[in-house]
């Protein structure tokens, strides 16, 4: 167990919908990262946060969007879903700047669009 | 765009084998990691490299960096069946002040009985 929380695990939603995947990072961590993974392709960086906020960005569509909370949840929202957004999303969290130290992975949430 | 690039994209051995991994950057970093991911599941870190680092070695692990080649290796060795997974390298980047880890292609390792 990564003590990263991610929930739901399996989401099934239909094209044009707009989902909403939340992440508790590890207690104590500051940073949260997004990633996206299609079907036996590498992680692709989405977005990260660092203590509430936005630090960097990656090759996130404009139909996402993300934050992070107070209490340093975040939440990555998905909207007007296409069959492409089928993939499974990662969030992970580390105490410090990304790199810096290693980070940890939740257990990912599988978002099938149909 | 993925900043590491791993190679092979897939390696099949026999148990007891050693497993050799390769991870290509573009641009300069600040430390380079490895993970390894079992199907569908989370990644795991496995070792952080820094780029004063040569090499470092973490159970039946090895991992060597240049930086002036821009490349780094994860070695396996006495390979089992439980080493069967996918191999990601990720480098820690500067982005504006903020650091980003990029992630790899990544490597599937199949090691059989």
């Known amino acids: 167990d990564s003590g990263v929380t991610q929930t739901p695990k399996h989401l099934i939603t239909a094209t044009g919908q707009r989902v909403t995947l939340r992440c508790s990072p590890r207690s104590g961590d500051l940073s949260v990262y997004w990633y996206q993974q299609s079907l036996d392709q590498g992680l692709q960086f989405l977005i990260q946060?660092?203590?509430?906020?936005?630090?960097a960005k990656g090759n996130i569509l404009e139909r996402f969007s993300a934050q992070q909370f107070p209490d340093l949840h975040s939440e990555l929202n998905l909207s007007s879903l296409e069959l492409g957004d089928s993939a499974l999303y990662f969030c992970a969290s580390s105490v410090g700047w990304a790199g810096a130290t290693e980070a940890f992975f939740g257990q990912g949430t599988r978002l099938t669009v149909v | 765009s993925q900043q590491g690039e791993e190679d092979p994209q897939a390696l099949s051995i026999q148990e007891g084998e050693n497993a050799t991994m390769n991870c290509s950057y573009k641009t300069s970093i600040n430390n380079l990691q490895w993970y390894r991911q079992n199907s569908g599941r989370g990644l795991v870190h496995l070792i952080l490299?820094?780029?004063?680092?040569r090499e470092k070695h973490s159970g039946r692990l090895r991992v060597t960096l240049d930086t002036s080649k821009k490349s780094s290796s994860l070695l396996i060795t006495a390979s089992r069946a439980a080493d069967t997974a996918s191999y990601f390298c990720?480098?820690?980047?500067?982005?504006?002040?903020?650091?980003?880890?990029?992630f790899g292609a990544g490597t599937r390792l199949a090691v059989h009985p």
């Open positions: 990720a480098t820690s980047t500067d982005s504006g002040g903020y650091n980003k880890l990029i």
């Open positions: 946060y660092y203590n509430g906020e936005e630090r």
């Open positions: 490299i820094r780029s004063n680092e």
